[in-house]
């Protein structure tokens, strides 16, 4: 009970920080198009190891940019080594971009950026079929994690219709566990330990300004 508290008083300082964000940016300079990585507003659909989903975004500031969304795997199944491997994830996130050569010429700087932010998963669980003596078990993952990343932005596709990559990593904040034996272990040491918090979108978007 204690964590799930801590985790909502996390979730509503992040709150707390972005409306205090939005406020400042009523006063905010002007932003110069032809040096932003990020458009002033804008609604996209998102797909990447995260899931799918859809994702908001407001350039506040010259070189900063908030954005808010969620995505979901909705329990697929595939078969691997003839057992079934069910993922079940969804979340929420809330994310600060900011572009350290924003004003500069070229193209790199105009489309780089690095994020900090933090996701809430209402659901974050691997399924996986027995074999033999060993059961059917679940591993459940992480629920809030920081994250940090970067990426390209603003990238024209046509009209007001633009592309968002990105790329990062959406910490754990507490080990996993599974309902068998050990089997935690899998996705919370080596390579396939950084898998489940991996990062990897491309975003499509249609900018209103």
Same mark, same amino acid.
């Given at each position: 009970?204690?964590?799930q508290?801590n985790?909502?008083?996390?979730? @509503?300082?992040l709150?707390?920080?972005?409306?205090m964000?939005?406020?400042c940016?009523?006063?905010?300079?002007q932003?110069?198009p032809?040096y932003?990585a990020?458009?002033?507003?804008?609604?996209g659909?998102?797909?990447?190891?995260?899931?799918?989903?859809?994702? @908001?975004?407001?350039?506040?500031?010259?070189?900063?940019?908030?954005?808010t969304?969620?995505?979901?795997?909705?329990g697929?199944?595939?078969?691997?080594?003839?057992?079934a491997?069910?993922?079940?994830?969804?979340?929420?996130?809330?994310?600060a971009?900011?572009?350290?050569?924003?004003?500069?010429d070229?193209?790199?700087?105009t489309k780089?950026?690095?994020?900090t932010?933090?996701a809430?998963?209402?659901s974050?669980?691997?399924?996986?079929?027995?074999?033999?003596?060993?059961?059917?078990?679940?591993i459940?993952?992480?629920?809030?994690?920081?994250?940090?990343?970067?990426?390209?932005?603003?990238?024209k596709?046509? @009209?007001?219709?633009g592309?968002?990559?990105?790329? @990062?990593?959406?910490i754990?904040?507490?080990?996993?566990?599974?309902?068998y034996?050990?089997?935690?272990?899998?996705?919370?040491?080596?390579?396939?330990?950084?898998?489940?918090?991996l990062?990897?979108?491309?975003?499509i978007?249609i900018?209103?300004k």
């Open positions: 009970m204690k964590t508290l985790l909502v008083r996390e979730f @509503g300082w709150l707390l920080i972005a409306i964000l939005l406020i940016g009523k006063a905010e300079a932003v110069l032809e932003s990020f458009p002033t507003a804008s609604i659909l998102q797909l990447g190891t995260q899931g799918g989903g859809l994702q @908001g975004t407001w350039g506040f500031l010259p070189g900063f940019d908030a954005r969304g969620f995505n979901t795997v909705p697929i199944t595939v078969q691997y080594n003839n057992r491997l069910e993922l079940d994830r969804t979340s929420v996130y809330l994310i971009d900011w572009q350290p050569r924003y004003g500069h070229g193209w790199w700087s780089w950026f690095i994020s932010g933090a809430y998963y209402f974050n669980s691997l399924y996986r079929q027995g074999i033999g003596s060993t059961p059917d078990y679940t459940y993952m992480a629920k809030f994690r920081p994250y940090a990343g970067t990426g390209l932005g603003n990238i596709l046509w @009209g007001n219709t592309l968002r990559l990105d790329m @990062g990593w959406f754990p904040t507490s080990a996993a566990t599974a309902t034996d050990d089997k935690a272990e899998k996705v919370s040491t080596g390579l396939r330990g950084l898998l489940p918090g990062n990897s979108a491309a975003t978007y900018k209103f």
